[in-house]
């Protein structure tokens, strides 16, 4: 049924290019008269935060035009209040909000669609429908891109990509590739306890996960090895009952040490809670890239087809650790356990540095956590 309605809305989005033609743009050239920009990044966590340096650029390249930002309700609650766009069209996913997202975006009158990430295979005949006069899209080597503006290139690593995508309509280069969240996040610190360790276990595909059974070796290995090191297990509320799986594995005098925050906070309060760990082990998963943002050291497991080359942190480099595999027995407990040390050490000769935590400025959240 959706290939039939898809062939349909092709179809209709020919007949309406037919009659509306969007403007055409053979090679760069710099955009003048920009009064109001539509960015796409209506897709997962991560594939937003690498949207945000291209956000943040936008916005200094057209600082008098209005910027709406089209985003994920999931994720919306993350970014209010962002101060680099101006508005936001939630997405609320599927065919059934098709047409009303397109009624939403003809009422804005974009001048200009940057589609950062976004999914097939409704999104294209939505950016066209939108009545932008101009519509670029960040490559994913989709053919009907060609019906855009321009088809770009593909790059390697998704953040330089997007830039590369707004460059072609400023003539400008970009190398500032710092994720940014809501400035409230970045000014916030707490008092870090010792030895706080994060485990994200789960991950978007069942094949890019590392199992319960090795984060319990390794769990036990650093409760052995640290007498003040905690391990909190972060995640979603349905990911609590298999994160409870890991007491199974760990000998029980050292249970009192796990603690199951899956599901405690929500995506807007997560970022507190990371800042709160002095490490976060994980796969390649949007809390992986809120680290990478807000200076988090962490150790990142790229299994099942999983690359650093394409989704990997890009910013304070000495601070994060990626190993890549295709499968979990290539990765062994004692491998991320070195790692971790490795790490420990990097950051106590390095105390100073920003991405050490501060004073604590919000009791509150701060209660919240530690509770």
């Not at 897709?43 to 390249?61: E, F, N, W, Y």
Request: with cysteine; proline share 5%; aromatic share 12%.
């Amino acid at each position: 049924m959706k290939k039939i309605i898809t062939f349909f809305v092709y179809l209709f989005v020919r007949f309406y290019l037919s009659k509306y033609p969007i403007h055409k743009l053979p090679q760069p050239t710099k955009l003048q008269n920009i009064k109001h920009i539509l960015l796409f990044s209506n897709t997962a966590l991560g594939d937003t935060m690498m949207s945000t340096p291209a956000i943040v650029q936008t916005r200094r390249a057209f600082p008098s035009a209005k910027i709406t930002l089209f985003i994920s309700k999931t994720i919306y609650p993350l970014f209010q209040n962002y101060e680099y766009v101006d508005d936001f069209l939630v997405y609320q996913g599927g065919y059934k909000s098709f047409i009303s997202d397109i009624l939403k975006m003809r009422r804005l009158k974009p001048d200009l669609v940057l589609m950062f990430h976004s999914n097939g295979p409704m999104d294209i005949p939505s950016a066209i429908l939108s009545g932008a006069k101009y519509i670029l899209k960040t490559s994913r080597n989709n053919d009907k891109e060609q019906l855009l503006s321009t088809k770009l290139p593909l790059y390697a690593h998704f953040i330089p990509a997007r830039l590369q995508s707004l460059s072609y309509i400023t003539l400008e280069n970009y190398d500032n590739i710092q994720m940014k969240l809501p400035a409230k996040y970045h000014a916030f610190s707490v008092n870090m306890r010792g030895g706080d360790i994060g485990f994200q276990m789960r991950t978007s595909k069942e094949r890019r996960e590392w199992g319960i059974e090795n984060f319990a070796k390794l769990a036990t290995m650093i409760l052995e090895s640290h007498a003040t090191a905690t391990i909190f297990l972060s995640g979603t509320l349905s990911e609590r009952e298999y994160s409870d799986q890991i007491y199974s594995f760990i000998p029980k005098d050292l249970h009192k040490r796990i603690h199951n925050h899956c599901g405690k906070y929500s995506l807007d309060e997560l970022p507190y809670f990371l800042k709160s760990l002095h490490c976060f082990i994980t796969g390649d998963t949007g809390p992986m890239h809120l680290c990478g943002a807000l200076g988090i050291p962490s150790i990142a497991l790229f299994l099942g087809g999983a690359s650093p080359a394409g989704s990997g942190i890009l910013q304070d480099r000495e601070i994060h650790i990626e190993i890549q595999q295709e499968s979990p027995e290539f990765i062994t407990p004692h491998q991320i356990f070195e790692s971790l040390e490795t790490l420990i050490k990097k950051l106590s000769i390095n105390e100073n540095k920003k991405y050490k935590i501060l004073k604590t400025t919000s009791k509150n959240m701060e209660q919240k956590i530690f509770s």
